[in-house]
């Protein structure tokens, strides 16, 4: 394994919830490889495509134009693991192991080498076929901004700037109405996309999951406020915020997903609190989907691409079991091993976080 003057055919697979950038990452990839002389499969679908032998070829006609584009041309889901993957058998969904047909479905197509571009479950299925013996490099894909192991992943920064102007929009009317304005973002474990909106929109409570909050530190802020002639606040809230000794929103169950709690409902159920407790009139939005889709900041696109040009590197130097990543503005390698079903979360010494507190922001604790 590992043998780069071997390698003359590799995929390439979009895995989990999609985000600004992936079309980016996809373009280096294929720009990089074709230029090396290598040929290029696409899988469609995430990792269900590579069980359904679902190929494409990719060439630079393919590719042409996709920069800006949000999504991914490929398609993804996050549902589907080769490892447990949902079969009918006498009418009955079950789960079976199908990696063997994944990979056999690789053989036949004479593909040697697969760079996944996915979030943590994505590098999980990843890392278990590298062990498998399938040489795989990973690009750390996630809004959420919580792989470990890398500074930045991209389609972060997208989120941030949506979230941020949807608060500069949300300001506007929260001062005419005198109203509390509650924005819910996304960010189930980890509340990056919350800090860092919340930052540059200029919010007074940032509510994120690694800090349980105070439904009276909330309060006095707002009252606070109001005791300055602030008749009307903006509230940044995480999905995976929760009260102290209270617990998560869960909006739904996808069965057959990695993870299989959809976080919804934390800043609605905010919004109600506030108004019940402060007599101010409070509404709550939740910003959803918006965040993860549309075109890629610049930012993101120069990001994805770096991360594309280094995932095919490694594929041409035969570096495999790697997932590449962002140290100080430097594209390094990380074994997947050390990355896969971690977690990176805000700690309290974060230096935003005390920013944030030294300017007088609310974290609700
Ligand atoms: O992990 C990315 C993410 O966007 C989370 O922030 C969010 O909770 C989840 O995916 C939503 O998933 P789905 O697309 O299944 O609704």
Redesign the pocket.
Same mark, same amino acid.
């Given at each position: 394994m590992g043998n780069a003057d071997k390698v003359k055919t590799i995929a390439v697979l979009t895995g989990g @919830?999609d985000a600004p950038g992936l079309n980016a990452v996809i373009r280096a990839v294929v720009r990089t490889a074709l230029g090396q002389g290598l040929k290029v499969w696409g899988i469609k679908n995430g990792f269900g495509g590579m069980v359904e032998n679902q190929l494409v070829e990719l060439t630079n006609d393919s590719v042409a134009g996709i920069l800006p584009r949000g999504g991914t041309i490929l398609g993804t889901t996050?549902r589907d693991n080769p490892f447990h993957y949902p079969v009918v058998r006498d009418g009955q969904v079950i789960y079976e192991d199908l990696s063997g047909q994944a990979l056999a479905n690789l053989r036949q197509a004479g593909i040697e080498a697969l760079v996944v571009i996915g @979030?943590d479950g994505s590098l999980k299925i990843a890392s278990e076929f590298y062990q498998l013996g399938l040489p795989v490099v990973a690009v750390p894909k996630?809004?959420?901004n919580d792989i470990p192991g890398t500074e930045r992943t991209f389609g972060f920064d997208t989120a941030v700037g949506v979230a941020a102007e949807a608060l500069d929009r949300l300001h506007t009317t929260a001062e005419s109405h005198h109203r509390v304005m509650v924005l819910e973002v996304? @960010?189930?474990y980890a509340g990056w996309i919350a800090l860092h909106a919340g930052m540059a929109g200029g919010a007074d409570c940032i509510l994120l999951p690694e800090i349980p909050f105070s439904i009276d530190s909330v309060i006095a802020k707002i009252k606070e406020r109001q005791q300055h002639g602030r008749q009307f606040s903006l509230i940044v809230i995480a999905?995976g915020a929760y009260p102290q000794g209270g617990e998560v929103s869960v909006s739904r169950i996808?069965e057959g997903s990695h993870e299989k709690i959809?976080?919804g409902g934390a800043g609605e159920k905010l919004a109600r609190a506030i108004e019940q407790l402060t007599g101010v009139e409070s509404r709550c939005t939740v910003l959803g989907?918006v965040q993860?889709g549309g075109t890629p900041t610049a930012f993101d696109r120069i990001l994805s691409t770096r991360y594309g040009v280094a995932a095919a590197e490694c594929v041409l130097e035969g570096a495999f079991g790697n997932t590449v990543a962002l140290q100080k503005d430097r594209i390094i390698r990380r074994p997947i091993d050390d990355i896969a079903g971690k977690a990176n979360n805000i700690t309290a010494d974060n230096e935003l976080l005390r920013a944030g507190r030294s300017i007088g922001i609310c974290f609700g604790d």
């Open positions: @919830g996050n @979030g996630t809004i959420d996304m @960010g189930r999905e996808v959809r976080l989907h993860r």
